[in-house]
């Protein structure tokens, strides 16, 4: 079946610590994001790729990194800058920019 | 700027109709897109309106206006199930690729 992955569906992070984000997508789609989602809020756009190897900052990129370096994949880091971490994690893609995103099934992130 | 309103909360008994308005302010349009998400759940696509009017998709419709900056997501027939956030979403045209979204309107069915 075609379809967007997340991995863990939960993960905890120790205070300093680096931690990875994976997201899978078999769907052929050109582009792909990584939100973010607090209790309450709206989605915010993190980090957004168009094409194999590249991508660019969204509206609150600080203390996350990405890679692009696969069609399918999209992993997102969340290093030690980042001080508040705690949220809902969510990643998408889209045929096209502006077509509809479709999701994957997120990753809770917490600190421990 | 970009700015998109939503109601934060709605309630509404089984059975029942309930319109759920969103409102945005867009340098330029290119469509507007419905999600529903339940607790804990990704988002889900629901309607995609680029034309004025009405779009009906059995118990869920969406409507746009451009000119007056506005659609609604109407949900007929409310069931338990529909009880989850409707976030109202908007591509920006000044940077491919990149989405507003609305905080979301949490409905919230009762029996």
């Known amino acids: 079946d075609g379809g967007i992955t997340q991995s863990p569906k939960y993960l905890f992070r120790k205070e300093g610590q680096n931690v990875t984000l994976s997201c899978e997508q078999n769907?052929?789609?050109?582009?792909m994001y990584w939100y973010r989602q607090d209790p309450g809020q709206g989605l915010r756009l993190i980090y957004y790729?168009?094409?194999?190897?590249?991508?660019q900052k969204g509206d609150i990129a600080e203390g996350y990194s990405v890679s692009r370096e696969k069609k399918e994949s999209f992993p997102l880091t969340v290093t030690s800058a980042q001080k508040n971490p705690t949220a809902f994690y969510l990643c998408?893609?889209?045929?096209?920019?502006?077509?509809?995103?479709?999701f994957g099934p997120g990753t809770r992130l917490l600190v421990l | 700027g970009q700015n998109i309103d939503q109601p934060t909360e709605m309630t509404a008994t089984e059975g029942a109709i309930v319109q759920i308005n969103c409102t945005y302010q867009?340098?330029?349009?290119?469509?507007l897109f419905w999600y529903q998400q339940h607790a804990g759940e990704a988002p889900t696509f629901l309607s995609y309106?680029?034309?004025?009017g009405l779009e009906e998709k059995g118990r869920f419709s969406s409507f746009l206006s451009r000119s007056k900056g506005y659609s609604y997501l109407l949900l007929k027939e409310l069931q338990m199930k529909d009880s989850a956030s409707y976030l109202c979403?908007?591509?920006?045209?000044?940077?491919?690729?990149?989405?507003?979204f609305g905080a979301g309107t949490q409905v919230v069915v009762t029996p």
């Open positions: 998408a893609s889209s045929n096209q920019g502006g077509e509809t995103q479709y």
């Open positions: 769907l052929n789609h050109d582009a």
């Open positions: 979403a908007v591509p920006l045209t000044d940077s491919w690729g990149k989405f507003q």
């Open positions: 790729s168009q094409i194999v190897n590249d991508f």
């Open positions: 309106n680029v034309l004025d």
């Open positions: 867009t340098s330029g349009f290119n469509g």
